[in-house]
């Protein structure tokens, strides 16, 4: 059996990891492996290591690794004790692929590791473009040392290439995230409401707020300014879905935790968790923040995404997207275009740029191609253009 190791360390990203996980388990050829870290093992990011458990999976290793300040120099010791740890992760089990999602740093520390131990590595999701945030830097590293590349659009398959990599080990396969949309049961809204503790007697917004890593000093302007419109917006409730462990995330949480104190039309968690988020999205007015869902999962609820600021700067995004700066009078004017009549209607015909689906058959099928029939040469050539 080849031995495939999964690695995931937020909540979101286990999300999108879920329905290939299921996949690969179906595979009699493939012994799947589950490490954990980062913020699924912290108390104050909700413990989400439980909701791998709880979806019926086994985790084959925790693996602690995260300091519990979120400055830059914490974060560079958070990656150098994840290289630490798993170096002797993987000189015990010895993988013979690692599968990873995204532009984490932590996903950057454990991908280094495994390249110096000569692990090929499965990567979904390069060639996307956040120039906001230090994950534009993170992502294209980790793509220089991956074998198998998986991105979402043709255009990001495209830029890989551009970076060096043969077009024979890069494929566009969609987004997990739109696969889950169309493939999950999601919850009625009364069953939203019951499971989060919340009373939906009025329309509701989803926000999500991320720390822009490449902006200095501004963190707390921008995202005042975001809950300055939801406190102007007292005719709206608003579900807030709390920051990861990013450089000042810890600041957003403070603010939100904050708010929740002096209004009453808010809710917040640290992690919703895949199902109750999605139904969120499902039903809720527009979605509004920073986040790459908003981007990417959102129209294909034909919902309004407010995005804001620079962190998902470039990146492919659907006609249901609004853009705006992090000010109140901009944010504000994206709140009043998102519900109008006009602009809704247009988001219910949007096209999902994202793809319609089956994403992890692809990536499955493309993985038992390279891994069971021997075509994995570590000897990289650059591609030239």
């Not at 049961?185 to 499971?195: I, N, T």
């Amino acid at each position: 059996m080849k031995k495939i190791s999964v690695l995931t360390a937020t909540r979101a990203e286990y999300g999108l990891l879920k329905p290939i996980i299921e996949n690969l388990n179906t595979i009699s050829e493939f012994d799947v492996r589950i490490v954990v870290t980062g913020a699924h093992l912290s108390p104050e990011f909700g413990l989400t290591y439980k909701e791998i458990e709880e979806d019926g999976f086994l985790i084959d290793s925790k693996i602690e690794m995260l300091l519990s300040a979120d400055t830059p120099a914490a974060i560079s010791k958070s990656m150098g004790l994840a290289m630490i740890s798993f170096a002797d992760y993987f000189e015990k089990l010895k993988p013979d692929m690692l599968l990873v999602l995204g532009d984490r740093y932590e996903t950057l520390a454990v991908c280094t590791a495994a390249m110096n131990q000569r692990i090929p590595i499965a990567h979904l999701y390069g060639g996307e473009t956040t120039e906001g945030a230090v994950d534009e830097a993170i992502r294209h590293a980790i793509t220089k040392l991956s074998y198998l590349h998986f991105t979402s659009t043709e255009s990001y398959r495209k830029r890989v290439i551009q970076l060096g990599e043969h077009p024979d080990r890069v494929f566009c396969v969609g987004a997990v995230g739109v696969e889950n949309i169309l493939s999950q049961p999601l919850m009625s809204k009364d069953e939203l409401a019951l499971s989060i503790k919340f009373n939906f007697d009025k329309p509701y917004a989803v926000v999500t707020f991320h720390p822009v890593t490449l902006e200095d000093n501004q963190l707390q302007e921008q995202f005042q300014a975001l809950l300055k419109v939801c406190q102007k917006h007292q005719n709206l409730n608003f579900i807030f879905t709390k920051a990861n462990a990013d450089a000042n995330g810890r600041i957003i949480n403070k603010m939100i935790d904050h708010y929740l104190e002096k209004y009453n039309n808010a809710t917040a968690f640290t992690s919703l968790g895949l199902i109750r988020y999605l139904s969120a999205l499902k039903y809720c007015e527009f979605v509004i923040g920073n986040s790459s869902s908003g981007l990417i999962e959102a129209p294909s609820f034909g919902i309004p995404t407010i995005n804001i600021g620079d962190r998902q700067k470039r990146r492919i995004q659907a006609d249901s997207v609004i853009n705006c700066l992090p000010s109140y009078e901009d944010i504000k004017n994206a709140v009043h275009l998102a519900l109008s009549v006009n602009f809704k209607k247009k988001c219910r015909s949007t096209i999902n740029p994202y793809g319609n689906g089956g994403t992890s058959k692809k990536v499955i099928a493309k993985i038992k191609e390279f891994l069971l029939n021997e075509r994995i040469e570590l000897k990289k050539k650059f591609y030239d253009l």
